[in-house]
């Protein structure tokens, strides 16, 4: 969500998507989607304000050939922290290590005691607060002189000491541990303030007007990393479009939805996105894992059905440009559970992924390069259908617009 304005909606859990294929071999859904919540925007638009560059031919071709590349043999079978440090010096960029900073934290809450832990907040926040200086970003805690969105309080003690607030503070750090420096700097995040106890909708939100440098961060709601990808996505979108006006005035992108319209009572249009199509599958599974090669028979009619009017990741994706592309934006880091969104046969959806990853290309290839290194070395390359069922298959396979893949929704809200 942006507060001109992106938010990350609270227990909207922009749901924890698994790769199809994958869902079908546990054959269930990782997560599902928390309360939609009316989404209010706040856009203060400047009339100077013209709609958003469209991203040139050249760096749409340089982006999907990217995208379509395959992994080198130098960084197989190496750890995520390794391949970005990898990914990092090959690009002539900074990358930081945050198990440095959170691995005692991770430990303290894995403690095995859910509702205690015995470090207080303050060793949460100044590991977030030293890690994140690192990429120049200051952590602070709110205070009564700052204008809180959506009735969110300055936390008290005893907000601050809960385990919630305590591992919002580890996700922090782990979400700029999958991101460069120089990604940060690009879109100019300076700012994190934490809030407690605004709406139950509201996780997070970009200041997107002024100098769109501020993200707040509602510490009563456990927040994944991706509520942070989704907040910086506003804020690339902010300077690549140049204000909340070419935010939302983004002919390029929106033209790739079709004839799908986006819907801002947060209602999804039928097959229009990516949980729809899971949520069928999941339909689809339960009649079926129960006979004799049921899985592979539910993974043919799934497959017969394919994904070719999936248009947006969620409803929230679907209810206007700017949600839609901080979406999408919050898959450029996503790295640990790649593979499900865009690896089956989302070609409408692949696209405008591909638009948005241009678009970064266009600003710095090398940070382009840098998360598609990562995204290539951890996503799954194949999937349960094509390995164990096609053999006897007489579906016809769907091949994908794509290789590249991406993972896991937020929690909460963006705006």
């Not at 060793?123 to 959506?150: M, P, W």
């Not at 420096?181 to 970009?206: D, F, P, R, T, W």
């Not at 405008?352 to 990562?374: C, G, H, Q, S, W």
Request: proline share 5%; charged share 20%.
């Amino acid at each position: 969500m942006s507060e001109s304005t992106g938010e990350t909606p609270n227990n909207r859990s922009l749901p924890k998507y698994a790769m199809v294929g994958r869902i079908m071999a546990a054959a269930v859904l990782a997560g599902g989607v928390v309360g939609t919540g009316e989404i209010i925007e706040k856009w203060h638009d400047s009339a100077n304000e013209h709609g958003c560059s469209p991203v040139s031919q050249d760096s749409l071709l340089a982006a999907q050939q990217l995208l379509d590349s395959s992994p080198g043999d130098e960084i197989n079978n190496k750890g995520l922290v390794t391949i970005r440090e990898h990914a990092a010096q090959s690009n002539g960029l900074t990358a930081y290590n945050p198990n440095l900073y959170d691995q005692s934290l991770l430990n303290d809450l894995n403690s095995g005691n859910r509702t205690k832990s015995s470090l207080p907040f303050r060793d949460y926040f100044s590991a977030a607060k030293s890690f994140s200086a690192k990429f120049g970003i200051d952590v602070r805690i709110s205070k009564s002189s700052d204008n809180l969105d959506y009735k969110g309080q300055v936390p008290k003690n005893e907000d601050l000491e809960d385990p919630i607030a305590k591992k919002d503070m580890v996700n922090l750090i782990q979400s700029l541990g999958a991101v460069p420096l120089e990604y940060i700097q690009m879109i100019g995040l300076k700012n994190i303030v934490l809030e407690a106890n605004a709406k139950s909708y509201a996780a997070a939100y970009a200041k997107v007007g002024g100098p769109h440098d501020t993200i707040v961060l509602n510490i009563s709601m456990d927040n994944e990393p991706r509520v942070l990808w989704h907040e910086e996505g506003h804020l690339f979108d902010a300077i690549t479009c140049h204000g909340p006006q070419g935010m939302k005035n983004d002919h390029g992108f929106t033209a790739l939805n079709g004839r799908q319209k986006y819907n801002s009572s947060s209602h999804p249009i039928p097959d229009s996105t990516h949980y729809e199509f899971v949520q069928e599958a999941s339909d689809v599974l339960d009649a079926h894992t129960t006979k004799k090669d049921g899985l592979c028979v539910a993974l043919e009619e799934i497959r017969h059905k394919g994904l070719n009017n999936v248009v947006f990741t969620d409803a929230y994706a679907g209810t206007n440009p700017m949600e839609d592309k901080a979406q999408l934006a919050s898959y450029f880091p996503d790295n640990m559970d790649n593979a499900d969104v865009f690896d089956n046969n989302t070609p409408l959806l692949e696209k405008k992924y591909a638009y948005l990853f241009a678009r970064l290309y266009e600003r710095d290839p090398r940070i382009a390069r840098f998360f598609n290194t990562v995204s290539l070395h951890s996503g799954m390359t194949t999937d349960f259908f094509d390995t164990e069922c096609s053999s006897n298959s007489t579906a016809p396979l769907l091949s994908p617009f794509s290789e590249h893949t991406t993972s896991s929704m937020p929690t909460g809200k963006q705006y």
